[in-house]
């Protein structure tokens, strides 16, 4: 039930949305702490530590409004379970993560360079702040999946197109416009009675002529 209802397309433009979000975002914070002069080497370490709670807040916020973005194109695109197809934007960046932690291990097997040392001590440090993080994404792609499905329904509503519950009374007037349906033959009915008595006297003026 639930496979039939994800949508491969809006998932993965809604990724695409969030990806290009967050990228414009890291990217705007790195030139905001290089103009005011901060000590971007110390950054991760007050980010993992929660030094600065407004940092991480900003951060957070960031995420969710990225997430939010990309789970409302998704569930606009989708139009249906808005709220699944934006969880998945949250499952596909994890899953490419992953491949891409491995694909790195692999090549720094190759090459006879120790890539996962670095990468397994990175996560283990930033780990409440990866949890915390993936909430506040999960959150945001559920909301604005579950938000950008019904685009449509507030679009009409916005121009006046449908009201609220239109449905109900169109489906009552259906009903109403049924009934004098099965009520119609029965003038037809009364005509065929009323023409039938004009057969005889056609007979007889052949006969006087």
């Known amino acids: 039930m639930f496979v039939s209802q994800i949508k491969v397309g809006a998932i993965f433009v809604g990724w695409i949305t969030c990806l290009f979000l967050l990228f414009i975002m890291a990217t705007a914070g790195i030139?905001?702490?290089v103009a005011t002069n901060a000590d971007i080497a110390t950054v991760p370490v007050q980010i993992s530590s929660f030094a600065t709670m407004s940092l991480n807040l900003i951060i957070f916020l960031a995420v969710f409004a990225a997430f939010f973005a990309g789970g409302y194109v998704s569930g606009r695109m989708a139009a249906l379970a808005g709220a699944l197809?934006?969880?998945m934007i949250v499952i596909t960046t994890a899953i490419t993560g992953f491949f891409l932690v491995m694909f790195m291990g692999i090549v720094?097997?190759?090459l006879g360079i120790d890539l996962m040392d670095p990468v397994s001590?990175?996560?283990?440090?930033?780990?409440?702040?990866?949890?915390?993080?993936?909430?506040?994404?999960?959150?945001?792609?559920?909301?604005?999946?579950?938000?950008?499905?019904?685009?449509?329904?507030?679009?009409?509503?916005?121009?006046?197109?449908?009201?609220?519950?239109?449905?109900?009374?169109?489906?009552?007037?259906?009903?109403?416009?049924?009934?004098?349906?099965?009520?119609?033959?029965?003038?037809?009915?009364?005509?065929?009675?009323?023409?039938?008595?004009?057969?005889?006297?056609?007979?007889?003026?052949?006969?006087?002529s």
């Open 31 to 33: 030139i905001a702490l």
């Open 85 to 87: 197809n934006g969880a």
């Open 121 to 208: 001590k990175t996560i283990s440090s930033f780990s409440v702040f990866l949890f915390i993080a993936t909430v506040f994404a999960l959150g945001g792609s559920m909301l604005g999946g579950r938000f950008g499905e019904g685009y449509v329904d507030r679009l009409d509503l916005s121009l006046g197109i449908t009201k609220p519950g239109a449905a109900k009374l169109g489906s009552g007037k259906q009903h109403q416009a049924a009934k004098p349906a099965t009520a119609k033959p029965q003038p037809t009915a009364l005509k065929q009675t009323k023409q039938s008595p004009k057969k005889p006297g056609s007979k007889q003026t052949k006969k006087a």
């Open 108 to 110: 720094g097997k190759n």
